[in-house]
C-alpha cells in the first residue's frame, strides 16, 4: 500500500509537473489581478462551506444518538481535516476518533459515524461532479442522467444494505454490530444536506476561477462541478494525503476544455492554496471562538 501511494503521487505531481513546464511561458503572459473585494468574498464564503462541512459531522453524530457540543466538535472536525496533509492518509480519522471520543462519544459510534461521512460525502460529489465529466467528454448534458445515479446512491443508505456492513471483519463490523443505524429517512436527509453542500461549493469555485479567467454561460458549470469530481477523485485515492497532486490533475483535465491550459493549470493549482487559506481561516475562527468562551466561563460563574 505504502508503494502504491507513492506512485500515485508521483505520477500525480509528475503530470502536474510536465504540463506546467510545458505551458510556463504562456502562463508568465497571463494578464490577471486579484481584486481585493472578490477575493475576499471568495475566501469568507469558503470558510461558511467548511463550517457547514463540520456541521455536517455533527448531524452525522446525532443521527447515532450523540449530541456532543457544537463548538468544541467544529472545532475537532477543523483541527482533524487539517490532519489530512501528513503522510499516510488516515491521521485525520484517527486524530477525529481520539478527539471525539474525548467529547463523550464511543469509538463504535465513531467508526460508524467516520464510514457514513465518507460515503456521503464521496456519494454526493460524484452525483454534482458528473456533469463536468459528461461535459469535458462532449456529450450533451442530459439531466435525467443523473436520476438513476442519484437514486441508486440514496438506497445503498437504507439500513439494509448499511447493515452488511456488519459482516465485515474486524472493528468495523464490530463497532456495526453494536450500533443503532440511522433511519433510511434520516440518511436520505443527510444525504440532500451534501448534495447542497457540493453545489454551494461548485458555485464559490466558480466564483474563485471567474478571478483568474472570465466565465461565460455554460462554463459556470462545467468549472462548478469539476470541484466535486476533483474531490471525489481524492476520496477514492484515500491513502493519499490531502488528495495532493489528485485532485489538481483531475480539475487540469476537467477545466482543459473549457479555458486555456494556462488558465486550467492556474486555476487548478491555484485552489490548492485558496482550499488551504479557508482552512486555515475556518480554523482560526473556531479557535478564537473556541477559546474566547473558555476564558468568559470564569467570568460568568463570578
Not at 456541521?55 to 456532543?68: D, E, Q
Not at 465518507?118 to 461532479?129: D, P, Q
Not at 459528461?134 to 442519484?150: C, R
Not at 438506497?155 to 456488519?166: E, K
Request: proline share 5%; with cysteine; net charge positive.
Amino acid at each position: 500500500m505504502k508503494i502504491l501511494r507513492y506512485l500515485v503521487i508521483a505520477l500525480a505531481l509528475g503530470f502536474m509537473g510536465m504540463m506546467t513546464a510545458e505551458i510556463w511561458p504562456q502562463i508568465q503572459n497571463l494578464d490577471f489581478r486579484l481584486r481585493a473585494g472578490p477575493t475576499l468574498l471568495s475566501l469568507l464564503l469558503l470558510v461558511l462551506l467548511f463550517l457547514l462541512d463540520a456541521y455536517g459531522w455533527l448531524l452525522i453524530l446525532s443521527s447515532l444518538n450523540h449530541s456532543p457540543p457544537k463548538l468544541d466538535n467544529i472545532r475537532v472536525w477543523l483541527l482533524s481535516s487539517v490532519a489530512r496533509y501528513l503522510p499516510g492518509g488516515i491521521w485525520s480519522y484517527v486524530s477525529r476518533a481520539e478527539m471525539t471520543y474525548k467529547q463523550g462519544v464511543d469509538m463504535a459510534s465513531i467508526g460508524v459515524a467516520l464510514y457514513l461521512e465518507t460515503i456521503l460525502l464521496a456519494a454526493s460529489s460524484l452525483v454534482v461532479g458528473l456533469p463536468a465529466l459528461a461535459m469535458a467528454g462532449g456529450y450533451e448534458l442530459q439531466w435525467w442522467y443523473l436520476l438513476p445515479v442519484a437514486a441508486l446512491s440514496v438506497a445503498s443508505f437504507h439500513p439494509a444494505f448499511l447493515g452488511l456492513a456488519r459482516r465485515l471483519p474486524g472493528r468495523m463490523g464490530a463497532s456495526f454490530s453494536r450500533v443503532t443505524l440511522p433511519a433510511f429517512s434520516r440518511m436520505a436527509w443527510l444525504y440532500l444536506y451534501y448534495l447542497a453542500f457540493w453545489c454551494l461549493f461548485g458555485l464559490v469555485f466558480a466564483l474563485f476561477a471567474d478571478m483568474l479567467h472570465p466565465l461565460y454561460g455554460k462554463d459556470w458549470l462545467a468549472v462548478g462541478s469539476s470541484i466535486a469530481l476533483g474531490f471525489f477523485a481524492g476520496f477514492v485515492m484515500i491513502f493519499v494525503p490531502g488528495g495532493i497532486g489528485v485532485r489538481e490533475s483531475a480539475l487540469f483535465l476537467l477545466l482543459e476544455p473549457w479555458i486555456s491550459a494556462p488558465d486550467a493549470l492556474l486555476v487548478s493549482l491555484g485552489s490548492r492554496l485558496w482550499i488551504m487559506a479557508g482552512e486555515g481561516l475556518s480554523l482560526a475562527l473556531a479557535e478564537a471562538l473556541f477559546q474566547l468562551r473558555k476564558h468568559l466561563r470564569p467570568i460568568r460563574r463570578t
